[in-house]
């Protein structure tokens, strides 16, 4: 059974700081890192996609990969109220089909 | 691009009777993907195709869930004999064919069984 955790929350930040959420999966054979957003009764949105261990930064987010400890991380920097939302982690798995974890709840506070 | 449409967007039902959902992926989309979430989860894998084949279905699937897309383009997603476990939020993605490609998601049906 494949599987992805994350720290369900809620993570609290005031704003201006930065939030950082963890992801780990169990499938050694994921080879893409997606990162969604999901604002209360709405869809999931794309926001971050990463597929090489290390670092990508775009903007605000960078997405952090460690393949060896199955390890994917999100940092937002500079915190709005408007990233207010739920982040679901979600390993591409080797059949091509998306897992997704709980989510993390993150609050920024004015 | 018009994105990933799907209807109806609320359906209530009573115990017992089917349902029948509809989803029109990206027209460039060769990959449609069913997703179920309830408050608080994740959304939870249902089942996926690539244009008409159906490449994998969930083993926690019940035999009164199936999907097709018949010409590899709009697919249905029917529940049969509802239950009220059944109620929940009905995702359906989209994506290009390859592992690398993001899912694109529509605004999904909300399923309520009395």
């Known amino acids: 059974q494949k599987e992805v955790e994350q720290n369900s929350g809620p993570l609290s930040v005031p704003e201006g700081a930065i939030a950082s959420l963890n992801c780990t999966y169990s499938d050694r054979g994921s080879q893409s890192f997606f990162w969604y957003r999901q604002y209360s009764g709405k869809s999931p949105e794309l926001i971050m996609f990463i597929y090489s261990n290390g670092d990508k930064e775009d903007g605000r987010f960078t997405a952090q990969l460690n393949k060896a400890s199955q390890y994917v991380s999100l940092l937002i920097r500079d915190s709005q109220p408007s990233d207010s939302a739920t982040y679901l982690c979600a390993p591409g798995g080797s059949q091509g089909n998306l897992i997704f974890g709980k989510g993390t709840k993150l609050s920024v506070k004015p | ?114």
Not at chain 2, 9 to 26: A, L
């Open chain 2, 1 to 114: 691009d018009t994105g990933v449409s799907q209807d109806p967007r609320h359906k209530i039902t009573k115990r017992g009777q089917n349902v029948t959902f509809r989803c029109d992926p990206i027209s460039e989309h060769n990959r449609l993907y069913w997703y179920r979430q309830t408050l608080g989860q994740g959304p939870e894998f249902l089942t996926y195709f690539q244009n008409e084949a159906q490449l994998e279905k969930s083993r926690l699937l019940s035999d009164r869930f199936s999907a097709e897309r018949p010409k590899g383009s709009f697919s249905t997603l029917e529940i049969q004999r509802t239950e009220q476990g059944d109620s929940a939020m009905y995702l359906c993605a989209s994506s290009l064919k390859d592992i690398y490609s993001p899912l694109h998601f529509g605004n999904g049906t909300r399923l309520t069984v009395t």
